[in-house]
Nanobody, 119 residues
Framework: QVQLVESGGGLVQAGGSLRLSCAAS????????MAWYRQSPGKQREWVTT???????NYADSVKGRFTISRDNAKNTMYLQMNSLRPEDTAVYYC?????????????WGQGTQVTVSS
């Protein structure tokens, strides 16, 4: 069993920065990919960014150039550096780990951390 715990959310003014962390614990953990998603009130959860086991990254157009995903494998922790924050970035941010074992794919989610950007 894998547990993911996000932290680092909070209230920030537009133009400010926050760094989110996602710490993994539990069973031997070697995810094939990890990702950040976010969900605003009344909206569907949306993908933000992904980092694969080889370090490749992808970003949603809405955050490209402002957000940076990274991971520290030694600490089993993933990060999301968010700069130039905008009010529309306000959401609950969730981390996800994808583990592929043979033909089976397992998704693990954290509980989320609130990010609020004031104008």
């Amino acid at each position: 069993q894998v547990q993911l715990v996000e932290s680092g959310g909070g209230l920030v003014q537009a133009g400010g920065s926050l760094r989110l962390s996602c710490a993994a614990s539990g069973s031997i953990f070697s995810p094939n990919a990890m990702a950040w998603y976010r969900q605003s009130p009344g909206k569907q959860r949306e993908w933000v960014t992904t980092i694969t086991s080889d370090g490749s990254t992808n970003y949603a157009d809405s955050v490209k150039g402002r957000f940076t995903i990274s991971r520290d494998n030694a600490k089993n922790t993933m990060y999301l550096q968010m700069n130039s924050l905008r009010p529309e970035d306000t959401a609950v941010y969730y981390c996800k780990a994808v583990v592929v074992t043979g033909l089976r794919v397992y998704d693990y989610w954290g509980q989320g951390t609130q990010v609020t950007v004031s104008s």
